[in-house]
């Protein structure tokens, strides 16, 4: 089973941009789906992103399209979030999660590896 860890997170001005970045070890990343998803105080963890094991489909939640893109280097055992135009209403912990079934799935019940997170603040 791969082990997940977050980075990239931060302190960022409303308009700004961050790229967090989620490392895997110790399994076969590529072929786990692997997905972002976050959590704000008070609020249920949701959904951002998915993406399949070798990066042929995506899938967005509304409220982040066009402004975040998912991508992953199987080389390199890493899966990215680029995050843009960013809003204080995107601030939250952000975990990314892998799934065995390799497709991205959208249920976060599908999720059986999660990383422990990387705070995002987005200051107005």
């Known amino acids: 089973q791969v082990q997940l860890v977050e980075s990239g997170g931060g302190l960022v001005q409303a308009g700004g941009s961050l790229r967090l970045s989620c490392a895997a070890s110790g399994g076969t990343f590529s072929t786990y789906g692997m997905g972002w998803f976050r959590q704000a105080p008070g609020k249920e963890r949701e959904v951002l992103c998915t993406?399949?094991?070798?990066?042929?489909?995506?899938y967005y939640v509304d409220s982040v399209k066009g402004r975040f893109t998912i991508s992953r280097d199987n080389r390199k055992n890493t899966v990215f979030l680029q995050m843009n135009s960013l809003k204080p209403e995107d601030t939250a912990v952000y975990y990314c999660?892998?799934?065995?079934?390799?497709?991205?799935?959208?249920?976060?019940?599908?999720?059986?590896?999660w990383g422990q997170g990387t705070q995002v603040t987005v200051s107005s």
């Open positions: 993406i399949s094991w070798n990066g042929g489909s995506r």
């Open positions: 999660a892998a799934e065995p079934t390799g497709w991205g799935r959208l249920n976060s019940y599908a999720y059986d590896t």
